[in-house]
């Protein structure tokens, strides 16, 4: 009975014991069993030993690091558009400022995907106008391999889907069909969700892309319609936002703009020759920058600190907070040497009188006129003008970008740097030379207007002596004249003569502070006597600035002073006045030409007797003490294309240069006419020399008036210079 009862709880333990008939059996059946429970609990044991400590050395050592990555963030920054510095005149007038523009962006984050791009692209294209003119094949292919991944997929072979993610992009972007692009061209719709998501695909993450823009650009102007579509829709058009931009204000219309320069359109962004300027400074690739003159010449300091946000995102890449960290500031301001008033009415008076000029007959190919006014003592730029006529538009456009971008041959305004370079060279002050025709061997007599007689270098200058400046030239290069006999200048007789007139700026570099500037054309002459067209001004070509530096050193004594426009820097203030000073640019001499202080009297001498009786500019001024050098240079026309039938036209550059009041200059002046008619009697250079000169003057409050009715005195030659030469 008890065997049977202990039968029955040992089968209870384990279904597999089977009862023995002897008692051996049963305890041998017992000590196996027994071990074999020990070593299971054991096993059991082991492993609750090993979960422990691993779970203790998840929980104490690596607790804190898995704590830290399940609520690990990430900070990102971007930034939005601050308004650029402004820039005012020498007197604190407003010349250029700044307005908001609404615009809309589209602001990449880092979840953000292809497909995500697409679908806010459709929605989007839904309620604005896309242009699609920029489009390249290479946009098309980006985007139908985005919109098409298992048709790209398809493109690669097995081995193919191997290789680096690069690497199979490329093969699929190779393989687009040119059937799939042909369709992609043929639907407008589908092209402007192209042309977005281009735009989308232009920054990088939490950098907002300006897809259209109320005033930026002039092709995709942002409608008032359609911002307050988008505006109304932004829950629908994850990543879009509207936000004001700034774009430029000009308050005298196109007075100077094109010294103030331009800017790049968000589409262009910065640009490529200087991307590594940009980037060391944290430009987004789509910033808006100076891409010409003070805009760009000055970008460190008219680009804004711009207004940052900070966004918060979790491990995922999920926004959870953002803050404004830094509301921006403007850029820096520009105080530059124009004045206002000087330049509207040197403005007027050029285009009148180019207006003027072309209305005379002969006078149908002059198309431009140039004058500079700058103070001889600091290099400030008080006033600057171009104008040129378009032939195709038949109206006059600004063109004062030319005064240090062309050049022209300058006639006898060179004259006072020919005679200063004669005395370098060691001609005494006061030599007379005989101006009569010089006879020179194979040559074509080389003469002045009419024979003067013997001259000294102030009535060389006054009179506007060829001859004189031929015999300068000669003793430069070693020849003493001889009738009938040779000339013999070598190449470095020419470079000489040229190293006399680069200490006074010409066919140098002024030092300008603004791009692009050109240092005028020196040609390689083909004979000997061109030397002697050299020395009147008929040869090499400068430009309108370098002329007004080239006549400020005979203004200020003898030292070549570098122009300047920007002339102090300002930290931003709200109101509509100048802020403190950031630094200040003071005016630089770059050198002091080779000529002792008498010499530079002397020539001074010869400026002042050009503008009273018997001088090639007498009774041009009135009342007005002014000296300077007058001159016509003998060209052929090679202008605009349009006119290509007169190309080789034989045409004159009238010319002037001088300064005011002659006794204590306080402005010098250059002006430039270009391409009047060879039998045009028409002054236009001394009357835009004239005019501007009584606009500076009038403008100062202690200036005396002008005496109205004066008569004016014809000169011993009034056209003197348009026979200079040959």
């Known amino acids: 009975m008890n065997v049977k009862g202990k039968f029955k709880f040992e089968r209870g333990i384990n279904s597999l014991t089977e009862p023995s008939n002897s008692q051996a059996d049963l305890r041998k059946f017992k000590k196996t069993r027994l071990i074999r429970i020990n070593v299971f609990f054991f096993f059991v044991f082991l492993l609750f030993v090993a979960l422990i400590i691993r779970l203790g050395v998840v929980q104490i050592v690596q607790g804190e690091e898995f704590s830290k990555e399940v609520s690990r963030t990430e900070s990102n920054y971007a930034s939005f558009p601050a308004p650029r510095g402004k820039m005012y005149d020498r007197n604190g007038n407003v010349l250029v400022e700044n307005k908001g523009v609404d615009a809309i962006t589209y602001t990449v984050e880092k979840t953000t995907n292809a497909t995500d791009k697409i679908e806010v692209a459709k929605k989007l294209a839904a309620l604005i106008e896309v242009p699609t003119d920029f489009l390249k094949e290479r946009d098309l292919k980006d985007y139908w391999v985005a919109a098409n991944p298992e048709e790209a997929a398809e493109l690669l072979k097995p081995k193919e889907k191997e290789k680096d993610g690069s690497e199979t992009y490329k093969l699929q972007i190779d393989r687009v069909p040119e059937e799939e692009l042909n369709r992609l061209e043929k639907d407008q719709a589908e092209m402007e969700i192209v042309a977005l998501y281009t735009r989308f695909s232009a920054g990088y993450a939490y950098e907002p892309q300006i897809v259209k823009a109320t005033e930026l650009t002039e092709d995709e102007i942002l409608s008032k319609e359609e911002l307050s579509l988008v505006a109304e829709n932004l829950e629908m058009l994850p990543g879009v936002d509207v936000i004001t931009d700034w774009d430029r204000v000009y308050p005298n219309g196109d007075l100077l703009t094109g010294i103030f ?124 003008s171009g104008k040129k006529y378009s032939f195709e538009e038949n109206k006059i456009n600004d063109f004062t970008i ?80 001889v009738p009938n006999g040779p000339f013999d200048a070598s190449s470095k007789d020419f470079q000489l003569l040229r190293n ?41 070509t400068y430009t309108p600035l370098q002329m007004a530096q ?48 008498e010499d530079i009297r002397q020539v001074q001498r010869g400026f002042e007797a050009v503008t009273k009786s018997g001088g090639t500019a007498a009774g041009t001024f009135g009342r007005y003490d002014v000296a300077g050098k007058t001159g016509t240079s003998q060209t052929l026309y090679y202008g605009e294309k349009s006119k290509r039938a007169y190309w080789g036209q034989e045409t004159n550059n009238l010319a002037f240069v001088g300064y005011y009041p002659a006794s204590k200059p306080e402005v010098a002046i250059s002006v430039i ?14 009357n835009i020399a004239k005019r501007a000169i009584e606009a500076y003057a009038n403008l100062k409050p202690e200036s005396k008036q002008p005496v109205e009715g004066v008569k004016q005195e014809q000169s011993e030659d009034q056209t003197a210079d348009s026979e200079e030469t040959e």
């Open 402 to 481: 030319g005064n240090f971008t062309t050049q022209y041959e300058i006639g006898s305004t060179i004259k006072g740097a020919t005679v200063l370079a004669g005395y370098q060279y060691g001609i005494p002050r006061g030599t007379v030379y005989n101006d009569t025709p010089l006879l020179l061997k194979d040559t074509k007599p080389k003469k002045s207007v009419r024979n003067m007689g013997p001259v000294n270098d102030v009535t060389a200058l006054k009179r506007s002596s060829n001859v004189y400046m031929f015999r300068v030239a000669m003793e430069i290069a070693g020849e003493k004249y």
């Open 261 to 384: 320069g331009g800017l790049t359109s968000p589409k262009q962004g910065i640009l490529k020759e200087r991307e590594s300027f940009y980037k060391a400074r944290g430009y987004a690739r789509n910033e808006r920058v100076g891409r010409s003159n003070l805009e760009y010449q000055y970008e460190d300091y008219l680009n804004p600190r711009k207004a940052k946000v900070q966004y918060v995102t979790d491990s995922s890449g999920n926004v959870i907070s953002e803050e404004v960290v830094d509301e921006g500031r403007r850029g820096y301001d520009l105080k530059l040497s124009f004045d206002l008033e000087l330049q509207k009415q040197v403005d007027a008076i050029v285009e009148e009188e180019l207006k003027a000029a072309r209305a005379k007959p002969g006078n149908h190919l002059v198309d431009r006129a140039f004058v500079v006014m700058m103070d001889p003592h600091s290099g400030d730029v008080l006033a600057m």
């Open 500 to 540: 006399y007139y680069s200490q006074f700026g010409l066919g140098v570099p002024t030092g300008i502070d603004l791009p692009n500037e050109s240092t005028g054309q020196q040609s390689t002459p083909d004979n000997p006597g061109i030397m002697l067209n050299m020395a009147i001004g008929q040869f090499d």
């Open 550 to 597: 080239y006549v400020s050193v005979i203004a200020n004594g003898g030292y070549r002073v570098e122009p300047r426009i920007v002339t102090s820097i300002h930290n931003p203030v709200e109101n509509e006045e100048l802020g403190p000073i950031v630094t200040e640019h003071e005016g630089r001499i770059l050198n002091r030409v080779s000529n002792s202080a």
């Open 673 to 686: 006419v270009p391409y009047t008619g060879k039998n045009a009697a028409h002054p236009a250079n001394k």
